[in-house]
């Protein structure tokens, strides 16, 4: 029920105007979001590369709604990562299909995906596409797989509570295509995802052994102490290169979590999003399990 009235919340527009002028969301948005604008972002990936810790930004904002807008938006992360190279950042960019284009239509999409992955190797960055609802797979991996092939520099992002990710992550391994793997965040019928977190949990265990043998430089994204845990066990088990993935967790949860991995030696990524558009982002944080608002609640107070 809770999972519901939050998804439900997120597509309320009233409430996002007001959350997204509310001084009351202000000490929120200070730990999750890096800030309204690109400087504030970039400050924040310069105090976490001071930690070791690399970063990858997102320009908080989807389904766009006309070509032009779409174009804006590229033009938007294409200075982003010009500012990152000016920066000598380590960090790479991610976006949003339907930021792009996707529902104007797959060319429009993937032109724009092309020139922003052409840039990012350019600058010897990369871009990750994000994954949206299951609606959006097919046509996202035809436009990953075709930037892949004409550029590289790129990473897909697969949800673990889909039935049809372990085919999927197959074919990109395949491919050679990097992996970011996620639980999911969006509400999907019973037909095609695991509404259980105990089945998410153990699909995602499973994803990630096998991207961890099969799979090229994945990403494992999760703020789950237990998984996290049985997967450094599992690597060590195996005496793996611990220089061959990363971990992934989002801004400004479980920061105690980040800061154990890098000094036992783990590659870790944040997910650090900026802008004005907020809202419907960190709603679905939320809404992943109901236990994250608990979760939320406890991270305003852990240091």
């Known amino acids: 029920m809770m999972r519901t009235a939050l998804l439900f919340l997120s597509r309320q527009r009233w409430l996002r105007r007001w959350m997204e002028t509310s001084s009351f969301a202000q000490p929120l948005t200070r730990r999750f979001i890096a800030g309204r604008t690109l400087e504030q972002e970039l400050e924040v990936c310069r105090r976490l590369e001071a930690e070791n810790i690399l970063a990858t930004l997102d320009h908080l904002g989807e389904n766009v709604t006309s070509v ?111 992996v970011r793997l996620v639980k999911g965040a969006y509400r999907e019928p019973a037909t095609v995802a695991w509404p259980r977190k105990s089945d ?16 090229t430089n994945p990403a494992i994204a999760t703020h789950d102490e237990s998984i996290v845990k049985e997967t450094v066990s599992w690597i060590r088990s195996r005496r793996m290169n611990p220089g061959g993935f990363e971990f992934q967790m989002l801004y400004g949860i479980r920061r105690d979590l980040q800061r154990r991995l890098v000094a036992d030696g783990f590659r870790v990524r944040l997910y650090v999003p900026f802008g004005d558009a907020w809202y419907p982002y960190f709603m679905r944080r939320l809404a992943e399990r109901p236990a994250n608002v608990i979760f939320l609640a406890r991270n305003l107070l852990r240091s």
């Open 68 to 178: 032009e807008e779409s174009r804006t938006t590229r033009d938007s992360y294409l200075e982003i990562l010009d500012r990152i190279a000016a920066a000598g950042l380590r960090a790479t960019i991610s976006a949003k299909p339907t930021q792009l284009g996707l529902d104007l239509g797959d060319e429009i999409c993937r032109e724009n995906f092309c020139t922003l992955v052409e840039r990012a190797k350019s600058l010897a960055s990369a871009v990750e596409i994000d994954m949206e609802s299951s609606e959006y797979v097919d046509r996202t991996l035809r436009i990953v797989s075709a930037v892949h092939q004409q550029s590289g520099s790129v990473r897909a992002v697969i949800q673990a509570y889909l039935f049809r990710s372990e085919a999927d992550i197959r074919c990109l391994n395949e491919a050679g295509i990097p």
């Open 200 to 215: 998410v949990d153990a699909s995602f265990l499973r994803l990630t052994r096998h991207l961890l043998e099969h799979g």
